[in-house]
T-cell receptor, first 115, second 112 residues
Framework: NAGVTQTPKFQVLKTGQSMTLQCAQDMNHNSMYWYRQDPGMGLRLIYYSASEGTTDKGEVPNGYNVSRLNKREFSLRLESAAPSQTSVYFC??????????????FGNGTRLTVT | TQLLEQSPQFLSIQEGENLTVYCNSSSVFSSLQWYRQEPGEGPVLLVTVVTGGEVKKLKRLTFQFGDARKDSSLHITAAQPGDTGLYLCAGAQVGYFNKFYFGSGTKLNVKP
């Protein structure tokens, strides 16, 4: 039972390159999220998917796109990477069945550097 | 600007001291969660508070939700080196119970 799996763990891109960050969960959770974490900024919500087939913008969606491929998978795409997108990216899930008490479950992050 | 402001940003104390971390906002939240994060890992939930004025205790950690559900605090009694880590608060936006916004984090270092 892996929980939330993110791939890759590390990535270095040149400015202008594209890539997709993958997230898969085996917890049968409805909601999935992408956050980025920068020093002194905590975690900022990029996009989230309340349920399969829906996606919505968070605080910092510019420069990113997402796809909720099925209930298990939620991917984050950078079409043209910029140095400002250097960060640690976390995928998280929650089942939502406990309403306000539903905890977030996180993967271990993807460390992305854009040069 | 972030929806949730945490203070202090950094805290370095001696083992045995007490400390309080604050999480403040001008917005109302339907619930407030506290997480702890170790280097190289994702955050892990410590507690959820949902009712204004609610107080929850987890061993030496005491969590409080403000009466107006706009702020929260985490108090640690007799801190130990094992408490070292990054503490994050997260609020669920009213009307969107599963949309969570995080504070900027408090990095705690407890020296033996």
């Amino acid at each position: 039972n892996a929980g939330v799996t993110q791939t890759p763990k590390f990535q270095v891109l040149k400015t202008g390159q594209s890539m997709t960050l993958q997230c898969a969960q085996d917890m049968n959770h409805n909601s999935m999220y992408w956050y980025r974490q920068d020093p002194g900024m905590g975690l900022r919500l990029i996009y989230y998917s309340a349920s399969e087939g829906t996606t919505d913008k968070g605080e910092v969606p510019n420069g990113y796109n997402v796809s909720r491929l099925n209930k298990r998978e939620f991917s984050l795409r950078l079409e043209s990477a910029a140095p400002s997108q250097t960060s640690v990216y976390f995928c998280a899930t929650t089942d939502g069945t406990r309403g306000r008490n539903s905890p977030l479950h996180f993967g271990n992050g993807t460390r992305l550097t854009v040069t | 600007t972030q929806l949730l402001e945490q203070s202090p940003q950094f805290l370095s104390i001696q083992e045995g001291e007490n400390l309080t971390v604050y999480c403040n906002s001008s917005s109302v939240f339907s619930s407030l969660q506290w997480y702890r994060q170790e280097p190289g890992e994702g955050p892990v939930l410590l507690v959820t508070v949902v009712t204004g004025g609610e107080v929850k205790k987890l061993k030496r950690l005491t969590f409080q939700f403000g009466d107006a559900r706009k702020d929260s605090s985490l108090h640690i009694t007799a801190a130990q080196p094992g408490d070292t880590g990054l503490y994050l608060c997260a609020g669920a936006q009213v009307g969107y119970f599963n949309k969570f916004y995080f504070g900027s984090g408090t990095k705690l270092n407890v020296k033996p």
